[in-house]
Protein backbone atom coordinates (compact mmCIF):
# COMPACT_ATOMS: atom_id res chain seq x y z
CA UNK A 1 0.00 0.00 0.00
CA UNK A 2 1.49 3.50 -1.09
CA UNK A 3 1.17 6.56 0.83
CA UNK A 4 -1.33 7.84 -1.37
CA UNK A 5 -3.47 5.04 -1.18
CA UNK A 6 -3.14 5.27 2.27
CA UNK A 7 -4.41 8.87 2.37
CA UNK A 8 -6.95 8.26 0.20
CA UNK A 9 -8.54 5.27 2.53
CA UNK A 10 -7.92 7.77 5.51
CA UNK A 11 -9.98 10.42 3.40
CA UNK A 12 -13.42 8.02 2.66
CA UNK A 13 -13.62 7.57 6.62
CA UNK A 14 -16.79 8.78 8.02
CA UNK A 15 -16.90 11.77 10.30
CA UNK A 16 -17.95 9.84 13.17
CA UNK A 17 -14.09 8.27 13.08
CA UNK A 18 -12.41 11.40 12.86
CA UNK A 19 -14.53 12.80 16.21
CA UNK A 20 -13.83 9.68 17.87
CA UNK A 21 -10.18 9.61 17.16
CA UNK A 22 -10.13 13.39 18.00
CA UNK A 23 -11.75 12.65 21.41
CA UNK A 24 -9.55 10.02 22.41
CA UNK A 25 -6.37 12.03 21.33
CA UNK A 26 -7.73 14.51 23.41
CA UNK A 27 -9.04 12.18 26.26
CA UNK A 28 -5.20 10.49 26.22
CA UNK A 29 -3.22 13.94 26.45
CA UNK A 30 -5.16 14.58 29.35
CA UNK A 31 -4.75 11.51 31.11
CA UNK A 32 -1.11 12.35 30.52
CA UNK A 33 -0.94 15.31 31.92
CA UNK A 34 -3.25 13.97 34.67
CA UNK A 35 -0.62 11.20 35.58
CA UNK A 36 2.67 13.52 35.55
CA UNK A 37 0.52 16.22 37.65
CA UNK A 38 0.20 13.23 40.33
CA UNK A 39 3.38 12.10 39.73
CA UNK A 40 4.83 15.44 40.47
CA UNK A 41 2.60 15.75 43.40
CA UNK A 42 3.50 12.97 44.88
CA UNK A 43 7.48 13.85 45.20
CA UNK A 44 6.51 17.11 45.85
CA UNK A 45 4.43 15.87 49.05
CA UNK A 46 7.33 13.68 49.70
CA UNK A 47 10.33 16.02 49.22
CA UNK A 48 8.17 18.38 51.43
CA UNK A 49 7.85 15.98 54.12
CA UNK A 50 11.38 15.16 54.63
CA UNK A 51 12.35 18.83 54.92
CA UNK A 52 10.25 18.88 57.67
CA UNK A 53 11.41 16.26 59.38
CA UNK A 54 14.81 17.57 58.95
CA UNK A 55 13.51 20.37 60.10
CA UNK A 56 11.90 19.72 62.88
CA UNK A 57 15.46 17.54 63.95
CA UNK A 58 17.35 20.79 63.43
CA UNK A 59 14.96 22.92 65.18
CA UNK A 60 15.07 20.74 68.18
CA UNK A 61 19.08 20.60 68.41
CA UNK A 62 19.08 23.99 68.34
CA UNK A 63 17.36 24.57 71.08
CA UNK A 64 18.52 21.96 73.00
CA UNK A 65 21.49 23.38 74.28
CA UNK A 66 23.72 19.95 74.43
CA UNK A 67 26.28 19.67 71.83
CA UNK A 68 25.75 17.23 69.08
CA UNK A 69 27.03 14.09 69.34
CA UNK A 70 30.96 13.61 68.07
CA UNK A 71 32.56 10.99 66.24
CA UNK A 72 34.58 8.57 68.78
CA UNK A 73 38.14 9.96 68.89
CA UNK A 74 41.12 8.43 67.03
CA UNK A 75 43.82 6.23 68.28
CA UNK A 76 46.93 6.36 67.49
CA UNK A 77 48.31 3.46 65.46
CA UNK A 78 51.97 2.19 65.77
CA UNK A 79 54.53 3.13 63.82
CA UNK A 80 57.49 0.48 63.03
CA UNK A 81 60.26 1.75 61.18
CA UNK A 82 61.48 -0.52 58.57
CA UNK A 83 64.78 -0.66 56.61
CA UNK A 84 64.74 -1.11 52.78
CA UNK A 85 67.35 -1.08 50.29
CA UNK A 86 66.36 -0.61 46.91
CA UNK A 87 68.49 -3.19 44.26
CA UNK A 88 68.12 -1.63 40.76
CA UNK A 89 68.30 -4.27 37.76
CA UNK A 90 70.22 -4.46 34.55
CA UNK A 91 68.11 -5.39 31.05
CA UNK A 92 70.83 -7.93 31.10
CA UNK A 93 69.75 -9.13 34.13
CA UNK A 94 66.08 -9.58 33.46
CA UNK A 95 66.72 -12.32 30.86
Known amino acids: MTPK ?9 PARVWLQAAVGLIGFVVLAVLG ?5 GVAAVVLLLILGFKAK ?4 ELFAGKP ?3 PPARTQG ?4 AQYEVIEKKDDELR
Do not use: N, P
Not at 36 to 40: D, E, H, N, Q, Y
Not at 57 to 60: C, I, N, T
Not at 78 to 81: E, G, L, P, S
Open 5 to 13: QFLELLARL
Open 78 to 81: RVID
Open 57 to 60: AWLR
Open 36 to 40: FAVIA
Open 68 to 70: AGQ
